[in-house]
């Protein structure tokens, strides 16, 4: 019975995802699983910048380790042997290299996120955007990872239900970390660290956590954008593609989770929809950006839901 | 178990060429209510940031419950029982006032956090029960009307009090408050002290009270310690220790007045 309330959100989800699949003609579903990419990218950086208030911005870094994860696992693991159905096959290779791709991802995280603990603001924005860059230029060196042309034929897995499902998987873990006290304690951090440790807060532990936490879900979001794109090469994983992530979080408004989730979806559907607009196309995006944080400088929710601006005060948060 | 709670033993304190204090030692046993007074700048806060783990001490030893507590991080201090409020408010401003009280009982049994991903029985009974005790704590100190409003929106009055629910909600054996009647005019300050006093009797920590102005904690202090520029220059009941003259000569000209309220250095 538990099980299923803590499985709801992807019960209910999976046959609107599949829905939406079968209903969205091609040029909608590369939209829809761009969207649903940033928005896991975009949920899982708020973890850092949001909750814990320290500023990454290294992001597609930990997107490219566990993208070239999973490009290496669904390549090694191939097709699908004569007795084996191909569904089940390249379903279960596609989970595997994704969690793959988490592991690593996280496992970068941990080796970033440790030595940068010292540092603060600026300074671990400079090194976070170093640590992109360090692995973008190894990966440009390395031969069996493609070099700077990268690896292309990578198995098409990735479809509209797999992106949403990753980015419902994202939503629902942020959401239910800020609903517990694992989440109040990153929020504490961000709010006043001397308070926070003074009130028994691991701040340290707290700083790591959420570091390896966002890590593994920007692997996440690469390991999925990779296989549909079915190449992936270091070009994907600049720190621009970082800066991009940034922007939606600091739109969405620091720590809100559907904040966050609606400037990725808007950002997203705003270029698709400026297409036509051809070289001007990034100017009238900066000129968006411009005015957004003009008139709502703390993002479009500041740092609340939703929910807790509309409506009447509610009671009690029911995660 | 030792019957002493928090002991300092000879700690002193620099900055650079400044002694902010000297050779400092306490000793408080469970239930007391210490009084640490002194004019501004005697070093009051730079002795609850040197026992809570905010500043190393250059030298000496304390201990929480027993413990030496020397280079431990203030939250590990937290957790052997030393909770404490700031001169200058630092609460979670942007949390609710129940997050802000929420949050400090963490320490005492909070689940894993597969536990919270997978809203597992024993998850939602603890966050339960923390929502339990904060609310009891909140109304305690009648603060529980505002449970969902934002920390920084109270007016600060309750932020002070606020501060001191959180303090109380780490399941503390010594409490530590600095100026908690700082800024409040002279109503506002009795019944805070009379909170505190009631504090002290309903959860049985000891508390160890900062204040400046001599006066008002004279009546619900059963000792005072008294620090001049980082030396402790009287120690003892209340009565005896208004009458000492170092006492009275450190604090001439101080004692009628309200020393202006510090942008803080915790
Ligand atoms: N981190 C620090 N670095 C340098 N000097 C400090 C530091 N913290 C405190 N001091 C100095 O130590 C001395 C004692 O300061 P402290 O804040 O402990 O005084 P206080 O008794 O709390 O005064 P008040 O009543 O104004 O709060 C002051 O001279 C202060 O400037
Ligand atoms: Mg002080």
Partial sequence: MRLVRALLPFAVGLP????????????????LVTAGVNVILAVSLNMVNGFTG???????????????????????????????????WNNGAFTLALLGGMLTAALAGLAVGIPSLRLRGDYLAIVTLGFNEIIRV??????????????????????????????????????????STHGRALLSVREDEVAAEAMGVDTVACKVHAFVLSAAFAGLGGGLLVHYILLVTPKSFTFVKSIEVVVMVV??????????TLAALVLTFALELMRGLDQYRMVMYSLLLVVLMLSRPTGIFGTKEIWELLGPKRKKAAA | MSDVVLLAKNVTMRFGGLTALNDFNL?????????????NGAGKTTAFNALSGVYAPTEGTVSVGGEVVNGRRPNEISRLGLARTFQNIRLFKKLSVLDNVRLACHAKGK??????????????RREAEMEKRAFELLDFMELSGRADEEAASLPYGMQRRLEIVRALATGPKVLCLDEPAAGMNATETAALMKLIHAIREKFGVAVLLIEHDMRLVMGISERLVVLDHGVTIAQGKPEAVRKDPKVIEAYLGVEEGHAPLDPEKA
């Avoid at chain 1, 069996?144 to 629902?172: D, E, F, K, N, R």
């Avoid at chain 1, 739109?251 to 559907?258: D, K, N, P, V, W």
Wanted: proline share 6%.
């Fill in chain 1, 16 to 31: 609107a995802l599949w829905a939406i699949q079968a209903a969205a003609p091609p040029q909608l579903a590369i939209i």
């Fill in chain 1, 54 to 88: 320290q500023f990454s911005l290294g992001h597609a870094g930990f997107m490219a380790v566990g993208a070239y994860t999973a490009a290496k696992i669904t390549l090694a693991m191939g097709e699908a042997p004569a007795n084996w159905s191909p569904w089940l």
């Fill in chain 2, 111 to 124: 689940s894993e956090l597969w536990q919270a991903l997978l809203l597992t029985a024993e998850h939602e």
């Fill in chain 1, 138 to 179: 190894f990966i440009e060196n390395m031969r069996w990872l493609g070099g700077a042309t990268g690896i292309s034929g990578l198995p098409p897995y990735t479809s509209v239900v797999w992106v949403g499902l990753g980015a419902l998987a994202t939503v629902v873990v942020a959401r239910r970390i800020v609903g």
């Fill in chain 2, 27 to 39: 000793e408080l046993k469970p239930r007391e209510l210490v009084g640490l007074i002194g004019p």
């Fill in chain 1, 251 to 260: 739109l969405g408004g620091m720590g809100s989770i559907s904040g966050a």
